[in-house]
């Protein structure tokens, strides 16, 4: 007779830094359909605590389309012969990106306005020493009333607003931990 044990979750380890050679595939930071001219671009810097820059982290990044709808699925390409992938179709908006940092800690996306109902882009940070990943909201405007950012005290909140260089260049550093910790949240499932 054999009995049934509960089995616990095993600890989480360390991510990175291989999966930067893995995951990030061709065009990843290239959301927005080519030749848009609704783009915007959206860049950062990922610090870790002493405030050096983190050269292999990785970031995702996800939103809806600029009318609110779900974006749809399927833009990936894969070579008929070697099923490798071959990147984005270059047409279809996924709301999804995929970026590494480069040796300077700095990431790149191309992508839609979010809508003005969530006027943030949601980002996952991986890096090296990251027991989990960790969410977080680039948000391009700050609207009032917003419960996330009214929940915060001001220096806090200020850690998720983007701020605008000019006219479709946004700008949003990650801090992951320190005085200027960027605001991480927590998602329970």
């Excluded at 291989?18 to 783009?39: E, R, T």
């Excluded at 990106?97 to 996952?124: E, N």
Aim: glycine share 10%.
């Amino acid at each position: 007779m054999t009995r049934s044990v509960p089995v616990e979750p095993t600890p989480s380890q360390t991510v990175g830094p291989f999966y930067g050679y893995a995951l990030p595939f061709a065009g990843g930071g290239q959301v927005a359909p080519a030749d848009c001219p609704d783009a915007i671009t959206l860049h950062g810097i990922v610090r870790d605590g002493a405030g050096q820059p983190v050269p292999d982290a990785l970031i995702e990044t996800w939103q809806p389309a600029p009318a609110g709808a779900s974006a749809p699925s399927g833009s990936m390409r894969r070579d008929p012969v070697t099923g490798r992938h071959l990147g984005r179709n270059g047409v279809d908006f996924t709301g999804f990106g995929r970026v590494a940092t480069d040796a300077d800690g700095r990431f790149c996306v191309r992508t839609l306005p979010p809508p003005a109902a969530k006027p943030y882009v949601s980002l996952c940070v991986f890096a090296r020493g990251l027991l989990h990943h960790l969410f977080t909201r680039a948000y391009l405007a700050a609207p009032e009333g917003e419960p996330l950012l009214a929940a915060l005290e001001p220096e806090r909140s200020a850690t998720l607003l983007a701020r605008q260089e000019r006219a479709g260049v946004f700008r949003f550093d990650i801090t992951l931990q320190g005085e200027k910790e960027t605001v991480f949240l927590d998602f329970q499932s």
